[in-house]
């Protein structure tokens, strides 16, 4: 009896030690994190860039004269439209009267001298004197009749009266009062259409085009989303901020959009294909800017640098990672690069 048990002992120890290691080995296996996975798939979409600018009005013009003159009447008040054409100042006429006078005066003395020369009383040199005064002073007063009436050189609206009835319009600095310094007596602007500037760095200009569609959004005019075409790249870069000036044209038939409003500008790109992962995907290495997804070769994770693209909603179109490639979608917080994983979707 005390035999048969002796026997048996060896066999459970055996049988213990068994059940030990297959204990280790289940813990073992219960400690290895789950992960999810999903595909990477290929998608088209629009990229855009997103910039900030200004309206400008299409034209603007300070009207004036390019001689001096009294403000006698200014026909449109600011706010008004007005036609390419319309008579918009008048200014007095004293200098017209005067140049007027003149001009009755030398014409006489060029009849005069005309008749000499006829019965050959007087020179070529002489009649040739007087004429040349004769056809200075008759262009003198087809000039100043010009002068005395500014009209639009374009279509648009008086956005501003810099001078008032009464004032003299001088070109230099006057020693009185009334007189003026100023650079027009009306300011003129087209605002149908408008114009919206903003630079673009050299980093983005490579894909910046002329006719590409851009989406503004006004601060000034809530809930209006306003599409216009890029229309304008100016061709140099300032030495300062290495950025050029990017104009679009955009339509304003109501004129509730202003020069100054400040935009905010979208321009779509064109199409391109790229891969397209959840944002939830993504890890980015601490202390740095790069970003990386998880992918699992042979049970044990793997680290995949990948550079953003375009935020599309939830999602973020990359490039560095192929397309139908596994990533980890849940679990990657618990998970480093080399560690064995169990994935729950294989």
Do not use: W
């Amino acid at each position: 009896m005390n035999r048969n048990i002796l026997l048996l002992i060896p066999a459970f120890v055996v049988l213990a030690s068994c059940s030990t290691k297959q204990e280790k080995q289940n813990q073992a296996e219960a400690n290895i994190p789950l992960v999810s996975t999903i595909k990477v798939e290929e998608r088209t979409f629009s990229p855009k860039l997103t910039f900030t600018g200004t309206v400008f009005a299409n034209k603007e013009a300070n009207l004036g004269a390019t001689l001096p003159g009294r403000v006698e009447k200014i026909f449109f008040e600011e706010g008004q439209s007005v036609r390419k054409g319309d008579l918009i100042v008048e200014l007095s006429d004293e200098m017209l009267t005067q140049a007027t006078i003149e001009y009755e005066t030398i014409k006489k003395d060029f009849e005069r001298v005309s008749r000499l020369r006829e019965k050959g009383s007087i020179s070529e040199m002489e009649f040739d004197h007087v004429k040349a005064r004769f056809e200075a002073s008759k262009a003198k007063v087809e000039m100043v009749r010009k002068n005395t009436q500014v009209y639009a050189p374009f279509c648009g609206v008086i956005v501003e009266r810099m001078m008032e009835e009464g004032e003299v319009y001088f070109i230099n600095p006057g020693l009185e009062p009334g007189y003026s310094m100023r650079s027009g007596i009306v300011r003129l602007m087209q605002l149908d259409p408008l114009i919206v500037k903003f630079d673009v760095n050299e980093k983005d200009l490579s894909h910046i085009k002329k006719g590409l569609v851009a989406t503004i959004n006004l601060d000034g005019v809530s809930n209006k989303k306003i599409t216009g075409k890029i229309t304008g790249i100016k061709p140099m870069l300032s030495t300062t901020t290495h950025s050029t000036s990017v104009e679009i044209q955009i339509n304003n038939q109501g004129l509730e959009i202003m020069p100054g409003m400040f935009a905010n500008v979208e321009v779509n790109l064109a199409e391109i294909k790229a891969p397209v992962i959840p944002i939830k995907t993504i890890y980015r290495m601490p202390g740095t800017s790069d970003d990386y997804v998880y992918t699992v070769k042979d049970e044990k994770i793997q680290r995949i640098k990948i550079t953003r693209l375009e935020t599309i909603g939830d999602y973020v179109a990359v490039s560095g990672i192929d397309n139908g490639i596994e990533i980890v979608l849940e679990g990657k917080n618990r998970v480093n690069e080399g560690l064995r994983v169990k994935v729950s979707n294989r």
